[in-house]
């Protein structure tokens, strides 16, 4: 079975502060691994997806992950954290022919 | 072009009455997916359609929910009669195939319809 564990219910930066957030995947094939975005009473967007392509995947918004399989990791990272940033990020997996199964999200907030 | 339409945004309604919610897909999706989310959660698949053919509906409680996607377009989901713990987001989203390339291809979500029962 496969899940998905986003470690971190909270993360706080300053504007212009690293921005890590952590999501550890378990999948007994290799997985497709998404990371999506929530606004307040809006539906999820997609920022960037690791299909067994190239291990490090560039995402909108200079959001970027890397796909480590030895670590059974794909964290979302960005340089430098924006206040557009604030927002729900939810990290999920899937494989061949299954839908999404997500993470209980991560609250991203940035301090002016 | 048009993304994922949901109606309504909002309900409010007493528990034991009945409630629909309407999805209308971006164009040209074949697959279509109904999502629950739970307050500080993510989302959790209740079913999915392949064109009109549900082919994944195992989490849905079929004892009082239901859904159809007439016509392999628009899909409804029906709550008969909604409980307290029903009170959630309701969330659709399409992709333009889910079988052959799996879940490779981007899964567009519409805005969700938060239902309360009170």
């Known amino acids: 079975a496969q899940s998905v564990t986003q470690l971190g219910s909270h993360v706080s930066v300053s504007e212009g502060a690293l921005v890590l957030l952590r999501c550890n995947y378990s999948s007994s094939v290799p997985p497709y691994l998404f990371w999506y975005v929530q606004y307040p009473n809006q539906g999820l967007q997609l920022l960037l997806k690791?299909?067994?392509?190239?291990?490090l995947v560039k995402g909108i918004n200079g959001f970027e992950a890397e796909f480590k399989k030895s670590e059974t990791s794909f964290h979302l990272t960005k340089p430098s954290a924006h206040m557009s940033d604030a927002a729900e990020y939810f990290c999920a997996v899937s494989r061949w022919g299954t839908a999404l199964i997500f993470g209980k999200g991560t609250t991203l907030s940035v301090s002016s | 072009e048009a993304g994922v339409v949901q109606s309504p945004r909002y309900k409010i309604i007493e528990k034991k009455q009945p409630v629909a919610f309407w999805c209308n897909p971006i164009?040209?999706?074949?697959?279509l997916y109904w999502y629950l989310q739970n307050l500080g959660q993510g989302p959790e698949l209740l079913i999915r359609y392949e064109n009109e053919e549900a082919v994944d509906d195992s989490q849905l409680p079929k004892d009082r929910f239901s859904a159809e996607r007439l016509k392999g377009v628009d899909s409804t989901l029906k709550i008969q009669p909604a409980e307290l713990g029903d009170s959630a987001v309701y969330l659709c989203?399409?992709?333009?195939?889910?079988?052959?390339?799996?879940?490779?291809?981007?899964?567009?979500f519409g805005p969700g319809t938060r239902l309360t029962v009170l």
């Open positions: 989203a399409s992709s333009l195939d889910g079988g052959s390339a799996g879940g490779a291809h981007e899964q567009f």
């Open positions: 164009s040209g999706h074949n697959t």
């Open positions: 690791y299909t067994s392509a190239a291990t």
